[in-house]
């Protein structure tokens, strides 16, 4: 095995994405794979984490989730849950249809 091909990570599905440990590379698969695994237990309010920094993440994962028709709308965290370095996307339920 290469340095490329690793093992899946399994992350909980619990509504909080936290991408430090991810390379900048992998948010594109990853963040509408972990939003769909969160629809479908139900979980309609998903956290992610980018952090703070220069806003590269944050404005990769934006772009990232404004095209994505089953994001209803999604803003910069309040104070408490992290602030400009986390996102708070709000999903469409499964039974509701994405336009």
């Given at each position: 095995?290469?340095?490329?091909?690793?093992?899946?990570?399994?992350?909980?599905?619990?509504?909080?994405?936290?991408?430090?440990?991810?390379?900048?590379?992998?948010?594109?698969?990853?963040?509408?794979?972990?939003l769909?695994?969160?629809?479908?237990?139900g979980?309609?309010?998903?956290?992610?984490?980018?952090?703070?920094?220069?806003?590269?993440?944050?404005?990769?994962?934006?772009?990232?989730?404004?095209?994505?028709p089953?994001?209803?709308?999604?803003?910069?965290?309040?104070?408490?849950?992290?602030?400009?370095?986390?996102?708070?996307v709000?999903?469409?339920?499964?039974?509701?249809?994405?336009?």
């Amino acid at each position: 095995m290469n340095s490329e091909e690793q093992d899946p990570i399994e992350l909980p599905i619990d509504g909080a994405l936290d991408l430090h440990t991810f390379r900048p590379t992998e948010i594109k698969e990853l963040i509408p794979d972990y939003l769909a695994a969160c629809r479908e237990k139900g979980i309609l309010r998903v956290r992610i984490i980018h952090g703070k920094g220069i806003g590269n993440l944050r404005r990769s994962v934006h772009a990232i989730l404004s095209k994505l028709p089953e994001v209803k709308s999604f803003a910069l965290a309040g104070a408490a849950f992290g602030g400009w370095g986390a996102t708070i996307v709000h999903l469409r339920p499964l039974s509701e249809r994405s336009s």
